[in-house]
């Protein structure tokens, strides 16, 4: 079992930034590669961010590119999303996810664990 928890959610105005920081724990977490989601009420869940599971390479969506970056401290089972030039359409629950695999990394279902979410707020 992993157990993921994310923090750092809030109200930005348009044009802010946010960190996000999610922390894994567990007797597997340091075998798994975790990445970003987000839900917005009424959508469905979009991929955010993840690492692809070799290397260090990353990958974004497409609404995100350029403005938000992944990173992680492998030494704390971390993983940070720095959220930039945030719009309010950025604004969503953001969760945290841990995979075992390396395809398909885009999708929700390769994601075995899910945090709580945190909630971002940006307004106009």
């Known amino acids: 079992q992993v157990q993921l928890v994310e923090s750092g959610g809030g109200l930005v105005q348009a044009g802010g930034s946010l960190r996000l920081s999610c922390a894994a724990s567990?007797?597997?977490?340091?075998?798994?590669?975790m990445g970003w989601f987000r839900q917005a009420p009424g959508k469905e869940r979009e991929f955010v961010a993840t690492?692809?599971?070799?290397?260090?390479?990353?990958y974004y969506g497409d609404s995100v590119k350029g403005r938000f970056a992944i990173s992680r401290d492998n030494a704390k089972n971390a993983v940070y999303l720095q959220m930039n030039s945030l719009k309010p359409e950025d604004t969503a629950v953001y969760y945290c996810?841990?995979?075992?695999?390396?395809?398909?990394?885009?999708?929700?279902?390769?994601?075995?664990?899910w945090g709580q979410g945190t909630q971002v707020t940006v307004s106009s």
């Open positions: 690492f692809s599971g070799i290397g260090d390479n990353t």
């Open positions: 996810a841990a995979r075992s695999g390396t395809l398909y990394i885009t999708r929700r279902a390769s994601y075995a664990y």
């Open positions: 567990g007797r597997t977490s340091s075998s798994h590669t």
